[in-house]
Structures are given as structure tokens and as C-alpha cells.
């Protein structure tokens, strides 16, 4: 039986991967138009790096973080998210002290190791972008208007704002102290695993995917879970202005806890239609300790994460046509297998000059490379046969314009190059 790709993970090519690549393109061109630079970071990293931010009751961090000892000892995890990635570089790297105020966003593979479902895989893919170093609500509002434009542009249109806040550190004591109090009659029903987060983290209660669990739970609460003081509700009510002011409708009446522990303040979710009962394609919040948290100064934090495989998901269950993109680059087409040698010359010199160029050297026939060059969406085909050697030229077909000139050898790379504007696409 042949080898097939791990349970949980998808190849991706064809028409999939140009719909991949239209999203990167929105992220990149939308992000940077907004100020953000792009970071990187590893995909594995210390595991104590997420068990310090995430948080011991999570179910990220209990049943499905990939975990793993390396060969030298070292605790290491594939990373299940991309926030605490780019804190720990933004520390690491000492920005904090020489930008100060950091806007970046990241493009790249996450792991959990949970049940493999429609848009919920083991390695999925997320955007995200991490505005580090403000405390101001209208950075919030910035994030919630990028999201969404980004959104917007990948065609996934019909959405609903989810906008919460669970309050400071304090507000979350005291929240906290309230719901066990609400739940202190019911204890006794709640599974195993609830029993342990009553008294570490009550509100991963309102996590459990247990029918029983999550019923007596979100039983006892009857609005927000959170109580807030008058800082935060304050900064809660600038954020709805701001957002109300630039025409973004917004739903706070929902009641939902983001499932990480560094969250404070506002929160919110992107729910798309399309997608079922697991409906959310972006989601975040601010982070104003987890800066701290990690041996950095006091210094407040926003962001979002987006799924891309949700984002297709989103985009409908029968996507539009991809559209074929414009024709680029040249096919050097031989007639005769003796002369690839020859037709490589050329090929070299284009590329120097910065064009994409094709050819084949297998010795097919000029039809099947005419063929081959349509197929890949070339602009021209260059045809190099005993003919056109004869008379030191090289025939130029330009597909578009369905013309044919034929144009000297010692020209040739020169004349293509201003053709296609020396430009690799």
C-alpha cells in the first residue's frame, strides 16, 4: 500500500493552492497597508514557553499540544499558536526597547493534536497580527477593522462581530470568585476534569464539551460572566464607539469566553456562515500581561488569528471559479532534442535579466511543448529549430495577441526582458 499523508494534515495544489496563495496575498498587501511588518518564527519552540501562557487548564496545553523530547533532553512542543511565538521574539530580540510600539503579523503552519474534522485538522494554517505596546482602545479598533478587512477581501463577507470583555486580572477574581459561588450547589455533577478546573480556573468550565457540564455552567451565569471595574468598562465603552463610528455592526449581547488564558479586556470573535455549529473563522483579544508574563516590561497587547482553511471553508461550499491568472513568462520551445543545448544558452540569459522561463529536456515534440506552454500560462513561446539556427534567429509567438515575429539570437534575451518588464511573477 503506498505511503499517504499523516491523519489530520492535506497536501495542497492546483486550483486549492491558487486560492491559498489569493488569502496570503490579501494578508500581506491589507497588514502592511496598516503598518504591520511581517515576522516569522519557528515552528517548535520550548514547551514551557506555552505552558506558562496558555495556561495548565486549557485543552491546548492538557490533550493537544504535539509534545515531545528531543535528543538532548529538551521538553519541545510544535507550536499551537501564533501569539506567544511572536511575544517571546519581540522579547528575545529586545524590541521592546528599540521600537517600543511593534505592529507585525505571521503567516504560517500550527499543530494540536485533536480529532481531525471539517476545518479542524492536526497542522492547520493561521494569520494573525500582534500590535504590542499600546494600551489605547483604539488600537483594539484597528485590529477589529483589519480583521474583517482582510476578511472582506478573501470574499468571506457574511460574518457576525462577537465583542465581549472579560475585564482586568482583578475583574477576573473577583468573576471568577462569583461563578464558583453560582456553581459551588452543582459541583458534584460536573465530570472529573471540571472538578479539577473549579478550583484552578473556573471559567475553563465553560470550555467542557460535555452536554452535562456545559449546560450546568452556562446555566449559571445570566449575562456576562465578567464583572468589570470602571477602567475597563470604560475602555469597553471606547471600543464600541470606535467601532460604531467606522460602521462595523457588532453583536455584545452574546455571552462566550475565549478559550486562552492571557486574554483581559476586549475580546472578540468572527462567526462566518457556511460553517456550521463551529462557526468562528477569526478570534482574538488583548493580552495586557503577557508581555510581563514572560519577563518583559508591563506593556499592553492586541491581536487576532484567522484559520485559512476556515477562510476557504467560508468562502462556500462550491467556491467561485478561480480566476486564471494573466499569462507571464516564456516557454522556450525546441524542434529538435539536438538543440536543447543551444536553447539553454537562452534560457540562462533570461533568466539573468529577471524572466520566467520554461523549456523542456526531455525531447518531446514541439506540439506537446506547445502544449506544456499554454497549459502553464505562458505569455510567449520562443521556438528554437534548424530553421530559425539557418538564419540566427529565434521565432516569437505572443499567445495573447496571437501574433509571430521572429527576432535575432544576439537580441533575443534583451528584446524579451523589456517585453515582459525583466520581471520574475
Given at each position: 500500500?503506498?505511503?499517504?499523508?499523516?491523519?489530520g494534515?492535506?497536501?495542497?495544489?492546483?486550483?486549492?493552492?491558487?486560492?491559498?496563495?489569493?488569502?496570503?496575498?490579501?494578508?500581506?498587501?491589507?497588514?502592511?497597508?496598516?503598518?504591520y511588518?511581517?515576522?516569522?518564527?519557528?515552528?517548535?519552540?520550548d514547551?514551557?514557553?506555552?505552558?506558562?501562557?496558555?495556561?495548565?487548564?486549557?485543552?491546548?496545553?492538557?490533550?493537544?499540544?504535539?509534545?515531545?523530547?528531543?535528543?538532548?533532553?529538551?521538553d519541545?512542543?510544535?507550536?499551537?499558536?501564533?501569539?506567544?511565538?511572536?511575544?517571546?521574539a519581540?522579547?528575545?530580540?529586545?524590541?521592546?526597547?528599540?521600537?517600543g510600539?511593534?505592529?507585525?503579523?505571521?503567516?504560517?503552519?500550527?499543530f494540536?493534536?485533536?480529532?481531525?474534522?471539517?476545518?479542524?485538522l492536526?497542522?492547520?494554517?493561521?494569520?494573525?497580527?500582534?500590535?504590542?505596546?499600546?494600551y489605547?482602545?483604539w488600537?483594539?479598533?484597528?485590529?477589529?477593522?483589519?480583521?474583517?478587512d482582510?476578511?472582506n477581501?478573501c470574499?468571506?463577507?457574511?460574518?457576525?462581530?462577537?465583542?465581549?470583555?472579560m475585564?482586568?486580572?482583578?475583574?477576573?477574581?473577583?468573576s471568577?470568585?462569583?461563578?464558583?459561588?453560582?456553581?459551588?450547589?452543582?459541583?458534584?455533577?460536573?465530570?472529573?476534569?471540571?472538578?479539577?478546573?473549579?478550583?484552578?480556573?473556573?471559567?475553563?468550565?465553560?470550555?467542557?464539551?460535555?452536554?452535562?457540564?456545559?449546560?450546568?455552567?452556562?446555566?449559571?451565569?445570566?449575562?456576562?460572566?465578567?464583572?468589570?471595574?470602571?477602567?475597563?468598562?470604560?475602555?469597553?465603552?471606547?471600543?464600541?464607539?470606535?467601532?460604531?463610528?467606522?460602521?462595523?455592526?457588532?453583536?455584545?449581547?452574546?455571552?462566550?469566553?475565549?478559550?486562552?488564558?492571557?486574554?483581559?479586556?476586549?475580546?472578540?470573535?468572527?462567526?462566518?456562515?457556511?460553517?456550521?455549529?463551529?462557526?468562528?473563522?477569526?478570534?482574538?483579544?488583548?493580552?495586557?500581561?503577557?508581555?510581563?508574563?514572560?519577563?518583559?516590561?508591563?506593556?499592553?497587547a492586541?491581536?487576532?488569528?484567522?484559520?485559512?482553511?476556515?477562510?476557504?471553508?467560508?468562502?462556500?461550499?462550491?467556491?467561485?471559479?478561480?480566476?486564471?491568472?494573466?499569462?507571464?513568462?516564456?516557454?522556450?520551445?525546441?524542434?529538435?532534442p539536438?538543440?536543447?543545448?543551444?536553447?539553454?544558452?537562452?534560457?540562462?540569459q533570461?533568466?539573468?535579466?529577471?524572466?520566467?522561463?520554461?523549456?523542456?529536456?526531455?525531447g518531446k515534440?514541439?506540439?506537446?511543448?506547445?502544449?506544456?506552454?499554454?497549459?502553464?500560462?505562458?505569455?510567449?513561446?520562443?521556438?528554437?529549430?534548424?530553421?530559425?539556427?539557418?538564419?540566427?534567429?529565434?521565432?516569437?509567438?505572443?499567445?495573447?495577441?496571437?501574433?509571430?515575429?521572429?527576432?535575432?539570437?544576439?537580441?533575443?534575451?534583451?528584446?524579451?526582458?523589456?517585453?515582459?518588464?525583466?520581471?520574475?511573477?
Amino acid at each position: 500500500m503506498a505511503i499517504q499523508a499523516l491523519r489530520g494534515t492535506t497536501d495542497l495544489f492546483g486550483d486549492d493552492a491558487r486560492r491559498w496563495a489569493a488569502v496570503e496575498h490579501h494578508v500581506k498587501r491589507l497588514c502592511r497597508a496598516h503598518g504591520y511588518g511581517e515576522i516569522r518564527t519557528p515552528v517548535i519552540e520550548d514547551a514551557a514557553l506555552f505552558l506558562r501562557t496558555l495556561g495548565e487548564t486549557t485543552d491546548i496545553v492538557q490533550k493537544e499540544m504535539f509534545r515531545f523530547e528531543d535528543r538532548g533532553g529538551h521538553d519541545i512542543v510544535l507550536r499551537p499558536e501564533g501569539t506567544a511565538s511572536v511575544v517571546r521574539a519581540y522579547l528575545e530580540h529586545n524590541l521592546h526597547k528599540t521600537i517600543g510600539f511593534a505592529k507585525l503579523f505571521y503567516l504560517g503552519p500550527m499543530f494540536r493534536a485533536e480529532r481531525p474534522q471539517a476545518g479542524r485538522l492536526r497542522q492547520f494554517h493561521q494569520y494573525g497580527v500582534e500590535a504590542i505596546g499600546s494600551y489605547s482602545p483604539w488600537i483594539d479598533v484597528e485590529v477589529i477593522l483589519l480583521c474583517l478587512d482582510i476578511l472582506n477581501a478573501c470574499g468571506v463577507t457574511e460574518t457576525t462581530v462577537w465583542l465581549s470583555s472579560m475585564g482586568c486580572r482583578e475583574d477576573q477574581q473577583r468573576s471568577a470568585a462569583q461563578l464558583r459561588e453560582r456553581l459551588a450547589s452543582q459541583r458534584a455533577k460536573l465530570c472529573q476534569e471540571c472538578q479539577k478546573r473549579f478550583d484552578k480556573n473556573v471559567f475553563r468550565v465553560l470550555d467542557c464539551q460535555n452536554p452535562s457540564c456545559h449546560g450546568i455552567a452556562w446555566g449559571a451565569i445570566t449575562g456576562s460572566p465578567f464583572l468589570l471595574c470602571g477602567n475597563c468598562e470604560a475602555h469597553f465603552t471606547a471600543v464600541r464607539q470606535g467601532l460604531g463610528q467606522n460602521g462595523v455592526a457588532f453583536d455584545d449581547t452574546q455571552v462566550f469566553a475565549r478559550g486562552l488564558d492571557y486574554y483581559t479586556q476586549t475580546v472578540f470573535e468572527v462567526r462566518a456562515k457556511g460553517l456550521g455549529a463551529q462557526d468562528a473563522v477569526a478570534a482574538g483579544g488583548r493580552y495586557n500581561h503577557l508581555v510581563e508574563d514572560l519577563g518583559g516590561p508591563a506593556l499592553g497587547a492586541v491581536g487576532f488569528a484567522a484559520g485559512i482553511e476556515r477562510i476557504l471553508m467560508a468562502q462556500g461550499a462550491v467556491p467561485a471559479p478561480v480566476e486564471r491568472p494573466k499569462r507571464h513568462g516564456v516557454y522556450l520551445a525546441v524542434a529538435q532534442p539536438a538543440l536543447i543545448g543551444r536553447a539553454f544558452q537562452q534560457v540562462t540569459q533570461l533568466r539573468a535579466q529577471g524572466v520566467q522561463v520554461l523549456m523542456d529536456y526531455d525531447g518531446k515534440s514541439l506540439k506537446a511543448q506547445l502544449r506544456e506552454a499554454d497549459k502553464a500560462g505562458c505569455k510567449f513561446v520562443a521556438i528554437l529549430g534548424e530553421k530559425e539556427l539557418e538564419q540566427g534567429a529565434i521565432t516569437l509567438k505572443d499567445l495573447d495577441a496571437q501574433s509571430q515575429e521572429t527576432v535575432a539570437v544576439e537580441k533575443f534575451a534583451e528584446s524579451v526582458g523589456k517585453r515582459t518588464g525583466h520581471a520574475c511573477h
